[in-house]
Structure formats: C-alpha cells, structure tokens
C-alpha cells in the first residue's frame, strides 16, 4: 500500500524536475540564439533591429520544432507505431509540395489575388499534408504492419519530393520566384520575419490545443481499435481529426522551416522515458522539448563554419539519421525478444 | 429450474440475441445463434477450439458486422447505440491486450471512464472512485504505478478486468479470462466473476474447462461449428449426451480431479 501511495508523489517530482530541466535548456537555447550570428551585436545602432530579426527566428524556430513534435506524438498515436514520424510518412514532404505549390500560384502566376506570398505558405502546406495523410489512411487500413506503413510513407516522400523538384524547375523561369522556392525546398529559418511567425501560429495553436484536447481517445487506440471501440472510441472520428490537427500542425512548422527532417521522430522517443506515454502528459514536453531541439539545430546551423548558413534540414538530418537508424535496430531486436 | 421460470424472474435481460449469424466471406462462422444472460448470472460460452466463442463475444461486443440476426441490450438494440452509449452498456475483456505501450495501470483502468463525462474533459474525481475501486476489486491497488507491459500475463489480465469493471457496465464480455492463469489464479478469477454476476452484473464469459463451467457457471451455451449444439442449465448442458456429441469424449461423472482455494468451505 505504502507503495501505491508514495507512486503519484514520485510521479509529480519526476515532472517538476522534467519541466524545470527543460526550461533551463530552453532558456540557454534562446540566449544563444540571440548571441549567435554572422553581425556583432556590440553595434549600438544595429542592436534593435539584429534582436528583432533573431527574435523572429528564435520564435519560429520554436514554433516549428514544437509543430514537429507534438505532430510526431499524434501520428505515432495515429498508427500505434512509435517509429511513425511526419517526415517518414511523406507528410512533411507533402507539406513542402503544398508550399510550393502555393508559392508558384501566387507568386509565380498572380492567382489568389488578396493573398500575400506570406499567407498563402501555411494554407498550401496544410493542402499538401492533409492530402498526403488522407492517401495514407486510406491506403492502410490495417496499420500495424510497420513495413507497410514504412514503404508507403517513403514512397509517398519520394513522389513528392519528385514533384517538388519537377515545381523547382518550373519556377526557374523567374529568377526571382525560384529564389523563393529554392530557399523554402532546402529549409531553414534563415528568411523568418514577424510576418511568417504570425502567419503560422493560428495553425501551431489550433493544433497544439486541439490534440492536447483529444488525449484521452488517442491512449483508449493506444490499445488497438478493438479495444478503443468496445470502450466508447468512434474510431473513424478520432483518426480523421487527428489527421486534421496533425496536418496544422506540420503546415505550420514546413511554412516556417521548409522540411526538417527527424524532429517529429526523435523527440517523443527521447521524452517517453521522463514524461510517460499518456498524450495530455507526453504532448506538452514534447512540444518544449521540440523547440529546444529545433532551436539548439538552428544555431548549430549558424555557428558552423561554412560559405552561408547550413541549412537547419541538414543539420536535423545528421544529427536525427543515426539516432533513427538506432532505435530501428532497437525495436527490431525487442521485436525478435518478444515473439 | 426451467428456463421459462428463469425469464420471469428476470424481466429484462442484459443482452438477447436472436438468429445471429455471421459470415466471413461466404462461409458462416457464426449461424442462428440465440442467446441470453440475465443480470445475476454467469453464462459460460463452451465448445472446441475454433467452434466460435470468441466470434460469438466478439459479435455480442458489436466488433463484427451481422449478416443477419437482431442484438438487444438493457438499453435497446445495439445497432442503434452511439459508441459511448454501448461502452456504458457493456464490457469486452479481449483475451490478451494489444497495448504495448507504456501506459501506467491506473491510466489503463482510467480508459474504463471514457464513455462516462465529457469525452474530450479530464477525469473527475467520480471516475477517480471508480478506478480505485476496479483496482481493489482485482486486488491491484499494488501496481496501479508500473507499466502495463511489463506486469506478467496474469496482472494484465487483472488489470483488464478491472478496466471492464471501471465502466460499470452491466454486461460484462469475457474472452477465455483464465487461459493465462495458474489454477490458483484462475480459481480466484471465476470467484471474483461470481460476486460480480450476485452483485448483479450479466457475465458471459467464453471458457474452456468444462468443469470450470459446471463449478462458477449458471448456464451453459454450447457451440458446434457455429452452432448452438446446446444450451441451457449448466448441469444440462454439461452432461454425457452433448459431451459426446460434440467433443466426441465420454464424461465420467465425479471422476476428474478437483480444487478448490484455500481455507474456502473447508
């Protein structure tokens, strides 16, 4: 007994030690963000507006590392597989090809009159990651087969990526258009203002609340949609809002930082052992975790040596690929322990 | 005790099927099958691997589409009810879990309180009572904070149980709740399904041990191939003529070895 009833007080300092150990990684991550970079700040008259810029970029940054996050949580939930991620299943890719989608037809062709560039970014990312999920709910019914989900998932990348490129291509015509679709394909905060963080917070917001909100169903199919449904889950409801807020919130982060890769993968994986497996728990760490992450990458991204910037893909990719290829051969010799 | 007797004295019961049938491509795995259990009662679901008794429960939990046949629960058919209607109407404890996640016990018994309150709010303190009393009832208030998958086969058994009691669901659904359990366990299982059912809950649980049925069980259903070959009062159905037939074994009455637990009627 005296064990059952000391388990929530351990519980709740496990937290408070997360939380706190988070904020403070948050806090360093912000400080250099603002520290870092190619200007001296010790200029009086560029001090505001150098701030100003990597306040934006810190902020989206955040915003984009959380999104990936906290969408990585929902589609690990989604497909009962904690090695789905947004990148892996072509959704963030699709995200891209919305964009420049978005950016050809508005930029390129005048369309959509009344919409800037800046506005129209996030609703093509949302177009594209909704769709690439909806081929992907439909196409696997049956979800617990990881090869399947894994093979779907890089298929539908590859194509999207194809016809990025094939979008790339077109918008070369005009130098200045292709500028613009080149430097979102490669991903990377470097052209972060206000305008695009104001842009993509009502998708960040919405999606973040909203999957916080539906926690409780996204555990019930944690069990299998047997087991889900017997217990008063409807669950064609659950999986097709989730979808919704997971595309938000994968628009909100592609419009930001183009496709990073790895984030939505690695960051629940690494927060489960601290925060649980419970979504209204694991979401919100995951989510500061996530910036801290994307935050930490991106002045990595600027502080390593090279002609420009890095670009923040990059950096995710090698810090994020060998962490994946880990916890794959990780899961796989659990697999073969268990049968 | 005539079945007649049986539906007097209990007006409504907790689920009725009639006809039910249920096919897997053309074949019917499941066919013109009528059943009820009343609150008060255990009605064990007996027959030969592959007979249908998880289909049956499975169908019974509305997890299978009808090809034909009508299912009525206390609360009307069960076709017509909305998900969470139906998880307040009944319980399915499947015979082994899928979840491989490291959900805590209390917060898999908590899933029990789903259909209860709002369904995107939190838990109420209602629905923390509920869960504290599931967990006592199954004797697992010791583990309520360690990791469902890593709890042996026979507490995840426990646990689902007490999540199915969580519900407060009058009609509980059981898929062979003893398959994974030493004697003692299982002993202390079909005690603990006793109380439930004078407590005044349905229970229909599918079973494998026909002594095991004739010991806790009021009645017996038995399936042949998607059949009902039998049904009736346990000790009816239970008995040389449908033993035979079915099994294809004789019963010798009063021959096989029995148990009973510890310091129990002794």
């Known amino acids: 007994m005296s064990d059952a009833s000391t388990e929530p007080r351990r519980r709740r300092a496990g937290a408070v030690r997360l939380y706190a150990a988070l904020v403070a990684l948050a806090a360093a991550a912000a400080f250099a963000s603002l520290s870092v970079g190619a200007a001296d700040l010790g200029e009086e008259a560029l001090r505001q507006t150098l701030l100003s ?34 990148s892996i ?18 930029q390129g062709l005048g369309l959509g009159i009344g919409f800037s560039p800046e506005m129209a970014l996030p609703l093509g990312c949302l177009a594209g990651a909704g769709l690439s999920l ?58 972060v203002g206000w305008g695009q963080v104001l842009a993509a917070l009502p998708l960040f917001a919405v999606g973040l609340v909203a999957a916080w909100g539906w ?33 938000a919130l994968v628009a909100a982060a592609v419009a930001l930082g183009g496709n990073v890769a790895f984030v939505g993968l ?34 990595l991204a600027r502080a390593i040596p090279s002609r420009g910037e890095v670009p923040l893909g990059v950096v995710t990719g090698l810090v994020g690929a060998p962490i994946f290829l880990w916890l794959l051969i990780r899961a796989r010799r659990e697999e073969r322990g268990d049968v | 005790m005539s079945e007649r007797v049986d539906e007097a004295r209990a007006p409504a019961p907790a689920v009725r099927a009639r006809g039910l049938t249920v096919r897997r491509g053309a074949r019917a795995v499941l066919e013109d099958v009528e059943l009820e259990a009343a609150r008060g009662e255990v009605l064990a679901l007996l027959g030969p691997n592959g007979a249908g008794k998880s289909t049956l429960l499975r169908a019974l939990a509305g997890l299978l589409p009808l090809a034909e046949g009508h ?10 009810m909305a998900p969470r209607e139906r998880a307040r109407a009944l319980a399915y404890v499947p015979q082994r879990s899928l979840l491989r996640s490291a959900l805590l016990v209390e917060e898999v018994v908590a899933q029990g309180r789903y259909a209860h309150g709002r369904a995107l709010g939190g838990l109420q303190g209602r629905d923390a009572e509920a869960v504290d009393r599931a967990l006592a009832e199954v004797d697992a208030l010791a583990f309520r904070g360690r990791a469902f998958p890593r709890l042996s086969v026979g507490e995840q058994q426990r646990v689902l149980l007490a999540r199915a009691l969580a519900t407060e669901a009058p009609l509980l659904l059981l898929d062979e709740p003893t398959a994974p359990l030493d004697i003692a366990q299982a002993l202390a299982t079909f005690d603990l399904l006793r109380r439930l059912a004078d407590a005044g809950r349905a229970v229909v649980a599918a079973v494998h041990g026909l002594d ?55």
């Open chain 1, 89 to 106: 299943l072509g959704t963030t890719a699709g995200a891209a090809l919305g964009g420049q989608l978005a950016l050809l037809l508005v």
């Open chain 1, 266 to 299: 690695i960051v629940p994986h690494a927060l489960r052992p601290f925060a649980g497996v419970a979504h209204r728990r694991l979401l919100p760490a995951a989510a500061l975790a996530g910036a801290v992450f994307v935050a930490g990458c991106d002045v």
């Open chain 1, 53 to 86: 810029l990597r306040g934006a970029r810190l902020v989206g940054a955040s915003l984009a590392g959380a999104a990936l996050a906290a969408g990585g949580v929902l589609v690990q939930g989604l497909f009962r597989n904690p090695l789905a991620s947004p």
């Open chain 1, 134 to 191: 909806l081929i992907l709910l439909v196409f696997l019914r049956a979800t617990d087969d990881l090869l399947a989900l894994l093979l779907t998932g890089f298929i539908l990348g590859s194509l999207f990526l194809s016809l990025g490129g094939f979008i790339t291509s077109l918008a070369q015509d005009d130098w200045q258009l292709g500028r613009a679709v080149v430097a979102f394909s490669l991903g990377g905060l470097g052209g």
């Open chain 2, 212 to 266: 095991a049925a004739r010991q806790f069980a009021d009645r017996a259903l038995l399936l042949h191939a998607g059949r009902v070959a039998a049904s009736g009062p346990v000790e009816e159905v239970v008995a040389p003529e449908p033993v035979r037939r079915v099994y294809g074994v004789e019963l010798l009455e009063g021959a096989a070895l029995g148990f009973r637990r510890e310091g129990e009627g002794a």
């Open chain 1, 215 to 247: 926690g409780r169903p996204l555990d019930l199919l944690l069990a299998g949609e047997d087991e889900a449904r017997t217990l008063g889950v409807d669950v064609r409801v659950v999986r097709t809002w989730t979808a919704v807020w997971v595309s």
């Open chain 2, 71 to 80: 299912l009525e629960l206390a609360g009307g058919p069960l076709a017509a």
